[in-house]
């Protein structure tokens, strides 16, 4: 496809459980980027990335939660010991380059997560 | 840090009123302005973007947004509103960090459209 895609669309998972989602960013995109969207809530900017290399992890909430880019392509984001309070959308951006600034992103879906 | 506060939770206005939602944001320098819509179980589109000159941008889907700088405002505006129309928008203003560009959303604005 020609979008961003996100996999799973929904995961349940139990407290303590250890969860990974998935972003394909559109082909060629330099940039992705990672977001998390509680509910009644805009998306909350996590982590970025520049080809392989996180450039900015200043959103990530906690120790918890990890992202990686090996190949400058997909993109994991890891989510350690799961709580109830990870509960939220989690949404995945990737734009064609990262030090533009009038560069659009170009959102996915998003992975609806569910920490039982 | 860059902020946005968009002060309306809900919105409902009639098929083929005029829309206006309120976007205010602080940020210490030019910054770059967005609106984007959300539709349930969709990702994010964009409607537009404001980076520099003509303050009035236009948008898709017959949208446009001024950007007001001595109110700090980019309000987001349509002549006739259609039932497709009914989403949730948000604002964000996006600031040049570290060689890129940092994206920092409002809450939404939720639109209903009565027909």
């Known amino acids: 496809g020609a979008g961003v895609s996100q996999t799973p669309s929904n995961k349940v998972t139990e407290k303590g459980k250890y969860v990974e989602l998935r972003c394909d960013p559109i082909s060629g995109h330099t940039a992705l980027y990672w977001y998390r969207q509680s509910l009644g809530q805009g998306p909350e900017f996590l982590i970025y990335?520049?080809?392989?290399?996180?450039?900015?992890d200043s959103g990530l909430p906690n120790d918890r939660f990890f992202a990686v880019r090996p190949e400058g392509s997909v993109s994991t984001l890891k989510i350690q010991r799961t709580e109830r309070g990870d509960s939220a959308v989690y949404l995945c951006?990737?734009?064609?380059?990262?030090?533009?600034?009038?560069?659009?992103?170009?959102f996915g879906p998003g992975t609806r997560l569910t920490v039982l | 840090a860059q902020s946005v506060t968009q002060p309306d939770i809900h919105i409902t206005v009639s098929e083929g009123a005029s829309l206006e939602l309120r976007c205010n944001y602080s940020?210490?320098?030019?910054?770059?302005l967005f609106w984007y819509v959300q539709s349930p179980g969709q990702g994010l589109q964009l409607l537009l973007k404001?980076?520099?000159?003509?303050?009035l941008v236009q948008g898709i889907k017959g949208f446009e947004a001024e950007f007001k700088r001595s109110q700090s405002s980019f309000n987001l505006r349509k002549p006739s509103v259609h039932w497709s129309d009914a989403a949730e928008y948000f604002c964000a203003v996006g600031a040049k960090t570290g060689g890129y560009q940092k994206v920092t959303f409002g809450t939404g604005t939720k639109l209903q459209v009565i027909p």
């Open positions: 951006a990737s734009s064609l380059y990262g030090t533009s600034g009038d560069n659009e992103q170009f």
């Open positions: 990335f520049q080809g392989t290399g996180a450039a900015d």
């Open positions: 404001y980076f520099s000159g003509d303050t």
């Open positions: 940020y210490g320098a030019t910054p770059y």
